[in-house]
């Protein structure tokens, strides 16, 4: 059973335009949602992250929404740079109730930019 | 400072013979944690140790796989009697004390088995 199901495997943006990842996760314990960016041969590394206490988090050209009742989560990246492409991981874990926070993540969207 | 590194970055074995990866944490990060990378499958929990101790290893695959914790440093994922299918990249994070912080993640190892 996949817990976070990430949509498109695959994005294709020319630059300077707005990329859209999208995440649905099913399990209602969870209640934080990072997002990881990967460079080929590089392990993830953070991008932003967001609790479901709010709606929205922006952080430069970044922004996630975050729909609680939908279950749905989504990463806009604004004004895409060919230095963003990468792929972008959705995750999901449990940070309180003595969970270890143990991420589980959907399974990829490789982003290209187009110059 | 130094992030999370991992040892040997690339691994090839013949099926059935025993490989043990290794992954160094960031000086002073309790929690680590292990993950699998399979072409087309993301990345899938294996297992999280805090301190020494691993209270949730229920990510691992089979019983053979194993892994430890020493020092509260070092770990080492060992897989015994190795298949085809356990060919991927493994992924080692640490985090300052776990829960929601954030995990930084090594280069990874990539095992192949022929």
């Known amino acids: 059973q996949q817990q976070v199901k990430q949509s498109p495997q695959s994005l294709i943006v020319q630059k300077g335009g707005i990329s859209i990842i999208n995440c649905a996760y099913e399990?209602?314990?969870?209640?934080?949602f990072p997002w990881y960016q990967q460079f080929p041969g590089k392990g993830p590394a953070l991008l932003i992250a967001?609790?479901?206490?709010?709606s929205e988090k922006k952080e430069g050209r970044f922004t996630i929404s975050f729909n609680k009742s939908a279950k749905q989560f989504s990463l806009h990246i604004m004004d895409s740079q060919p230095g963003d492409s990468a792929t972008y991981f959705c995750?999901?874990?449990?940070?309180?109730?003595?969970?270890?926070?143990?991420?589980?993540f959907g399974k990829g969207t490789k982003l290209s930019v187009k110059p | 400072g130094a992030g999370v590194s991992q040892s040997p970055s690339n691994k090839v074995t013949e099926k059935g013979k025993d490989v043990e990866l290794r992954c160094d944490p960031i000086?002073?990060?309790?929690?680590l944690y292990w993950y699998r990378q399979s072409l087309g499958q993301g990345l899938e929990f294996l297992i999280y140790f805090q301190g020494n101790s691993a209270p949730d290893k229920s990510g691992l695959p089979s019983d053979r796989f194993s892994a430890e914790r020493t020092g509260g440093s070092v770990s080492t994922l060992t897989i015994q009697r190795t298949q085809q299918e356990d060919s991927a990249v493994y992924l080692c994070?640490?985090?300052?004390?776990?829960?929601?912080?954030?995990?930084?993640f090594g280069p990874g190892t990539r095992l192949t088995v022929l």
């Open positions: 995750a999901a874990s449990i940070e309180y109730g003595g969970s270890q926070g143990n991420l589980i």
């Open positions: 399990n209602t314990a969870f209640d934080y």
């Open positions: 000086s002073g990060h309790t929690a």
């Open positions: 994070a640490s985090s300052e004390v776990g829960g929601a912080d954030e995990q930084f």
């Open positions: 967001i609790r479901p206490d709010v």
